[in-house]
């Protein structure tokens, strides 16, 4: 059974930087392309793309958003994904959840939908972050 696991969310001010992880078992790590997406619970609205990796961390995808502020990375030996978050914004205020691809060694870019929720099947249940102004 895959379970991932998100940790190091928090309240943090505005510019401060953060540093997400999401822990997993029960999933070939090196085989999946994996990403960052974020909810705005009070928000009717689908949980938005963050950023994503793919099986390989042979290339990265980010949402304009966070591009050139955060970073993804995958570090197998723990079989963790990482999402570093730098000079962060009160709008970046969300939970953030990662997820695992659905399909292995397949998608490579945005084009392939990395940016998609259902390009995802395993989910964890969110770290909260929270940048006041």
């Known amino acids: 059974q895959v379970q991932l696991l998100e940790s190091g969310g928090g309240l943090v001010q505005a510019g401060d930087s953060l540093r997400l992880s999401c822990a997993t078992a029960g999933l070939n790590f090196d085989a999946y392309g994996m990403g960052w997406f974020r909810q705005v619970p009070d928000l009717e609205k689908d949980r938005e793309f963050v950023?994503?990796?793919?099986?390989?961390?042979?290339?990265?995808s980010y949402a304009p958003a966070v591009e050139g502020r955060f970073t993804i990375s995958k570090n197998s030996a723990e079989k963790t994904l990482i999402l570093q978050m730098t000079d962060v914004k009160p709008e970046d205020t969300a939970l953030y959840y990662c997820?695992?691809?659905?399909?292995?060694?397949?998608?490579?870019?945005?084009?392939?939908?990395?940016?998609?929720?259902?390009?995802?099947?395993?989910w964890g249940r969110g770290t909260q972050v929270t940048v006041s102004s």
């Open positions: 997820a695992a691809d659905r399909r292995a060694y397949y998608r490579d870019s945005v084009v392939d939908g990395v940016d998609h929720p259902n390009s995802y099947n395993h």
């Open positions: 950023a994503a990796i793919t099986w390989n961390a042979g290339r990265t």
